[in-house]
Each structure stands twice: as C-alpha cells, then as structure tokens.
C-alpha cells in the first residue's frame, strides 16, 4: 500500500476520479490500545464495524485477543489473520448451520441469546457433536433502554423476568452462563450503561446462578466533528465514561464477574478518512464520486456530524467566493438513483469548485463495511497516511445535522 504524510499529499500525488480511504496504522493501535487499557476486562472488537483484513491485522498486532462475531464470513476473516484470537459469537439469532459450524469448524465455545428456542438449537449440536456444555458459555442477551443514536434493543433481547428463565434453563442443562447486553451505538448518555448494569443485577440476584461472565457490549462514543454553530454536545469523552462505567461496575457487584466489552466506532472511527472528488458543481449543489450506497450510508442518517478539509485543486486558476466562508452544500452521491443525496448539508468552503477533493474524516465504522456495488460504483482504493486527520489547523468543514432547503 503506498504510503503518504497526510490525505493531501495523497490526493495531489494521486489526483484520485475515484474514492481513497486513508488508513492510519498507529491511529488504529493507539485507540485499540487506549480502550483496552482503560476498560477492565476483555476487549472483543466487533468485527461488523469495519472487518477489513487490514483492521484485523493491525489490532490482533495491537494486542486484541478477542473478536465479537456474528457470521461465517467473520469467523474466516478473523481465522485468516488471528488464529489464536478467541472469538465470541453474539448474534443472539443463529441459523443452525452457523452455530454448527461455529462449534465444530471454529471451536467457538462462547455464544448469546434471548430465546429458549435458540438454547434448544444450540443443545442439538452440542450433543450432536458430543460436546460437554460446561465447556460452552451461553450469554443470555438482556434488553436494555437508553439513548443511543442506533438503538438495538427495539430487535434483540429478553426482558428481564425472561432472562432470569433462560439463565436457569441454561444453568440446569449445564452450560456457563453469562449476561450481556448491547446498549446500540454510539451512546448520547452517560447513565445508559449504569441502567443497564441495575438491570443486569435485578436479573442476577433472582436467577440465583453464578456468572461466568457479563458483557457491557458496544456503545462507546466515537468523537466526531463539530457544527460550530451549535452548542457542543455534552458527551464525555471515553476516559470519563470509563471512569464512571467502572464505578458503576463496583456499585452494581459486578467487579469480580469477569467482564467483556465488543467496541467497534470507538476504535476504528478515527483510523480511516475519506478523499472524495467533486465530479461538479451545479450552484450549490455538490455531486461527488461517493455516497450512501458506498461509504457514507452512516452519515446519511444525520446523526453524526463528519468532520470534512478542503483540498482544492490547484490546477484551476478561477475561483468565486470567499475561501474564508463557509456555507452550506447539497451532496449528491455516485450513483444515478434520487435517493442518494445525503439528507444534511456539507458546509465547505464558498469556493469549492468542480475537481476539488474533501477529505471526509473518522469514517472507519460503519462505512466501507456497508458499501455495495449499486450502479457499478465500489469504492476499494486505499492508501496509508501518517498524520492523524485532526493533526494541524481545525477542519474546514462538517457536515451538519440541520437540514437543509433545496
Ligand atoms: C454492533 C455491535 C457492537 C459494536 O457497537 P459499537 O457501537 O460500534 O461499539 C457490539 N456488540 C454487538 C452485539 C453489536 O451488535
């Protein structure tokens, strides 16, 4: 992969049509690092978030150990560059073919659920397999409420009379079991794990069992850019969450559980950036050689706020506009379909023009693991970049969570 000191440097040398992601190496340790230090238990990287070989790679150097997985293409692709890594498998709805193939191929031996269902099809193959279920942990999938920009409990998860049931279910048939819940991503409340983990009690001390293990999930915030026009949100940064996650831990009784956490934003956002081509410029609309059938489907939610820099071409000599202003744009994305024009407004500068590149920043979740190949358009162009996107002067640009008249 060739390597460049930042996305400008890649993009002028490059002159890239189509879409480059920046890859920063040592942007994706040091996150990886600093979580896992901070957390105190397992660190299982989500795969979903981003499962490129090259994201693999790095983190299992980094020190990962453990991978949360939900699909044979995770199982293999975190096989193919770790392994020894332990794998958890956490999609609480299996298909039967996959838990097979995860017990017998993979030699996983950690699972989840929420149904009583699931346990009879897991307990079909385990004795199929003549495997002894004290060597298997079953993690029994608590609902959760909270704010998060993704909720996920609205689709997995026991309430919690429920997974006191299935927690004796399991224990009886002699499987360890566990809790965990996923409070959905990228978290707007510090106090969404503390509910979680009074829950998580309230099922413990009913079900009377021992825990092998509890699972805080995902969640944590990643840091993003920021619409200067707005109140900074007030979302602690990650070491404070920590700090109060493992005060609630201790408060909660659960410091001698050993503990597990499935980070994904949080530890691959900031490793990638995005260098996009404006194809034209009609007024103030922008159409770019990307979109949200490739890397920028998360964005188009309007949920988060991506940071964005202007590279302008130096080829073109003309410009209108005031570089020092910034104002906001309509993107529309590659593709010919009408939905693909992100729903919030790019602010950039005033004079972007025709064959400008934006280097869109803290796009490694949930980005190039949702791209398709609609239309023909797949972006897969990537090179390294040594300085951290948010090294140097402030970004230029962001993209905004109003919206915005056409
Ligand atoms: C998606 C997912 C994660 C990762 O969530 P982030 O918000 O990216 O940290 C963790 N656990 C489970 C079960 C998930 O589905």
Redesign the pocket.
């Known amino acids: 992969m060739q390597r460049f000191t930042s996305a400008k440097d890649a993009a002028l040398t490059l002159r890239p049509d189509a879409p480059v992601y920046c890859f920063r190496p040592e942007v994706l340790t040091a996150d990886a690092k600093a979580f896992m230090a901070a957390f105190p238990g397992e660190t299982a990287y989500?795969v979903?978030?981003n499962g490129e070989r090259m994201v693999l790679e790095t983190l299992a150097k980094a020190g990962v150990a453990t991978f949360?997985v939900?699909s044979p293409g995770e199982f293999e692709a975190v096989r193919a560059v770790a392994p020894q890594a332990a794998m958890l498998y956490?999609h609480p709805v299996k298909a039967q073919s996959d838990i097979n193939l995860a017990l017998q191929t993979y030699g996983i031996r950690t699972l989840s659920l929420d149904h009583e269902d699931e346990v009879a099809k897991i307990l079909r193959i385990v004795r199929a397999l003549d495997l002894d279920p004290s060597t298997i942990t079953l993690f029994i999938r608590l609902a959760t409420k909270g704010h998060a920009a993704y909720e996920?409990s609205k689709k997995f998860g026991a309430a919690p009379a429920h997974a006191v049931e299935l927690l004796q279910r399991c224990e009886r048939i002699g499987f360890k079991v566990g809790l965990c819940f996923?409070v959905?991503?990228?978290i707007e409340d510090p106090e969404t794990y503390e509910r979680a983990l009074a829950s998580a009690d309230w099922v413990r001390a009913r079900a009377g069992v021992t825990l092998a293990g509890l699972d805080v999930?995902?969640?944590?915030p990643a840091e993003y850019g920021h619409d200067p026009r707005r109140r900074k949100p007030e979302m602690p940064a990650l070491p404070e969450i920590m700090e109060r996650l493992r005060a609630d831990i201790a408060a909660w009784g659960f410091e001698d559980v050993p503990l597990v956490a499935?980070?994904?934003?949080?530890v691959v956002a900031r490793a990638f950036s995005l260098i996009v081509r404006v194809l034209l410029r009609k007024g103030r609309r922008l159409y770019i050689n990307d979109g949200i059938w490739a890397s920028l489907s998360d964005s188009w939610t309007g949920k988060i706020t991506l940071p964005a820099r202007f590279i302008p071409d130096p080829a073109r000599k003309t410009r209108n506009g005031d570089p020092a202003q910034v104002t906001a744009f309509r993107v529309c994305g590659a593709t010919c379909d009408s939905v693909d024009i992100l729903s919030r407004p790019f602010w950039l500068p005033e004079t972007v023009d025709t064959g400008d590149w934006i280097e869109i920043g803290h796009i490694g979740?949930y980005s190039l693991s949702l791209r398709t190949r609609f239309n023909g358009f797949y972006p897969d162009t990537f090179v390294e970049v040594e300085t951290p996107f948010d090294a140097g002067d402030a970004p230029q640009g962001y993209a905004s969570l109003e919206t915005m008249a056409d």
Request: net charge neutral; aromatic share 4%; no cysteine.
């Open positions: 989500a979903k978030t949360d939900a956490m996920l996923h959905g991503s990228q999930g995902g969640g944590f499935e980070p994904g934003r949080v979740a």
